[in-house]
């Protein structure tokens, strides 16, 4: 059983994050392990509630959900159950979740943090919209922000200070993420982009995927690229405080995901023509750069506090009442912004 749990998520990475698969070899075993199961168990709760498979969605399920009798509430619900079932030690028969309990009872991960996740796809059920840029990284901490504290937690990691650079990474990521998706997201109805922005740009918001809004929608997309780089920077402060080969890992998947933000931009408006992404020959430099950064960061220790601009993650008392909103309905807590 274990074996295969471990075979799910190896190929559960190797289809949904190619760039963040290519990092995680990395890892120590013990920690790849932990790391991958996590990964494994955060795509299955999104391809449920998206009723995809692997991000991928099928025909019937893309072209009229609930007639195909996918009803995300339903399964954001159940999501809700079998994690509290993982947690209470119940056997667990799904892969993902036997993966993830396995992951959270050995590592110690709060409760807390689990079900913060699952309000960020709440998010997408209720179908949320995102006035400011704020909001949007409201949204960027449920799905990638805590998935930061969460992978840290794997890697050792208990520092306040340090779990709070491991969410900006997770921040920094999403932000990426998003100016790369915005065309994708737009023609499935979402958008994450703050809708002051849009406005700002002259965009209506039901027009984004248009191609005579390319050249302002560029515009917007490097400015998330250029939204996303403090906390990128930040992140690079608490690589110091991981084992170094997780520090490694770490900061190559930071160089990718960061080199992605870079090639949306420097592509203005073609930047949706196909999908950004970073060639093996990038890749294998990034990799070499990202051990140069794990054991540079552990030579320029200046201790500088995190920026006080930056939006802060919930404080721990908040987010608890946020995981027992999560457990008990749709809503997520609101966002503290610094």
Request: hydrophobic share 45%; net charge neutral; with cysteine.
């Amino acid at each position: 059983m274990s074996e295969a749990l471990m075979q799910h998520a190896t190929q559960t990475i190797a289809v949904g994050s190619k760039s963040f698969a290519a990092a995680a070899k990395l890892f120590d075993a013990e920690t790849r392990r932990g790391v991958l199961m996590l990964y494994a168990w955060c795509r299955h709760c999104d391809d449920v509630v998206d009723g995809q498979e692997l991000g991928f969605a099928p025909a019937a399920v893309a072209a009229a959900p609930h007639a195909a009798g996918h009803d995300p509430v339903k399964e954001l619900a159940l999501l809700r159950d079998q994690t509290r079932r993982a947690y209470a030690g119940e056997r667990m028969h799904d892969p993902a979740f036997a993966a993830f309990q396995e992951v959270a009872l050995k590592h110690g991960i709060e409760p807390r943090h689990a079900y913060d996740h699952l309000a960020g796809f709440a998010m997408d059920v209720e179908e949320a919209r995102y006035e400011t840029i704020d909001d949007t990284l409201r949204y960027c901490y449920h799905v990638a922000g805590v998935v930061g504290l969460m992978m840290a937690s794997i890697m050792g990691a208990r520092d306040p200070a340090v779990l709070d650079r491991a969410c900006d990474l997770g921040l920094a990521f999403q932000l990426t993420n998003i100016a790369r998706d915005i065309v994708d997201d737009a023609q499935i109805g979402r958008c994450y982009l703050p809708a002051a922005w849009l406005r700002e740009a002259g965009i209506p918001q039901d027009e984004i995927a248009l191609p005579r809004h390319r050249e302002a929608l560029a515009n917007i997309a490097a400015r998330l690229v250029d939204h996303a780089e403090p906390y990128y920077e930040s992140a690079y402060a608490g690589l110091a405080a991981l084992p170094v080969r997780s520090a490694w890992a770490i900061a190559t998947a930071r160089l990718v995901y960061r080199q992605i933000g870079i090639v949306v931009k420097r592509r203005g408006p073609r930047a949706w023509d196909t999908r950004a992404g970073t060639s093996k020959l990038t890749k294998l430099w990034l990799l070499l750069r990202g051990g140069f950064d794990a054991l540079s960061s552990r030579i320029r220790t200046t201790n500088s506090p995190r920026p006080a601009r930056l939006w802060t993650r919930p404080a721990a008392e908040s987010a608890a009442g946020s995981a027992g909103a999560a457990a008990g309905g749709l809503h997520a807590a609101p966002a503290t912004a610094a």
